[in-house]
T-cell receptor
């Protein structure tokens, strides 16, 4: 089974930097994804980490430490449109097939 | 074309009705998924199809019946649903069931069972 933990809610100011943490426990880790989901919309892909280290993509960066079962998503130069839920999701090699399991999501509110 | 298209966008059905949700992608993806998402909860995996064969059924009740007619289409047939089945149903696809490829999600069907 899997256990994925992330904060329920966060608030940050426009223009600032925010870090959303995710810890996980899984029997057959094969990668970690971050998705963004605006209310009432589908999740959209942000980043993927399978090796330790930092992946940077524009204003978004994601970090992974496999030994610690830990990841974070870093959002820089926050904009109001970044208000959304951020879902940490882990892939598992269980049953030899692709399984993507989501954490409960972190609702980020960006304030002026 | 990086879209996963789901129809209908909204569906209201009675507990005795039979309806179907449809999902289509033309990215050549060979893995397709159904997820169920309740309000303020993360998506929960229901079914995985890999190369048009059902590879994962996450103990979903038989009132939900998936079907994959070809590599581009995925259906979810609904029959005798309960009000607690009301949710957002998301379809997703990925290049294969290789676990390091991202999943693309459709916009979902918002289902209300009355």
């Amino acid at each position: 089974g899997q256990n994925i933990d992330q904060p329920t809610e966060m608030t940050a100011t426009e223009g600032a930097i925010v870090q959303i943490n995710c810890t996980y426990q899984t029997s057959g880790f094969n990668g970690l994804f971050w998705y963004q989901q605006h209310a009432g919309e589908a999740p959209t892909f942000l980043s993927y980490n399978v090796l330790d280290g930092l992946e940077e993509k524009g204003r978004f960066s994601s970090f992974l430490s496999r030994s610690k079962g830990y990841s974070y998503l870093l959002l820089k130069e926050l904009q109001m449109k970044d208000s959304a839920s951020y879902l940490c999701a882990v892939t598992d090699s269980g049953a030899g097939s692709y399984q993507l399991t989501f954490g409960k999501g972190t609702k980020l509110s960006v304030i002026p | 074309d990086t879209e996963v298209t789901q129809t209908p966008k909204h569906l209201v059905m009675g507990m005795t009705n039979k309806k179907s949700l449809k999902c289509e992608q033309h990215m050549g993806h060979r893995a397709m998924y159904w997820y169920k998402q309740k309000a303020k909860k993360p998506p929960e995996l229901m079914f995985v199809y890999s190369y048009e064969k059902l590879s994962i059924n996450e103990s979903v009740p038989s009132r939900f019946s998936p079907e994959c007619p070809n590599s581009s289409l995925l259906n979810l047939h609904l029959h005798a649903l309960q009000p607690e089945d009301s949710a957002l149903y998301l379809c997703a696809s990925s290049q294969s069931n290789n676990m390091n490829t991202e999943a693309f999600f459709g916009q979902g069907t918002r289902l209300t069972v009355v």
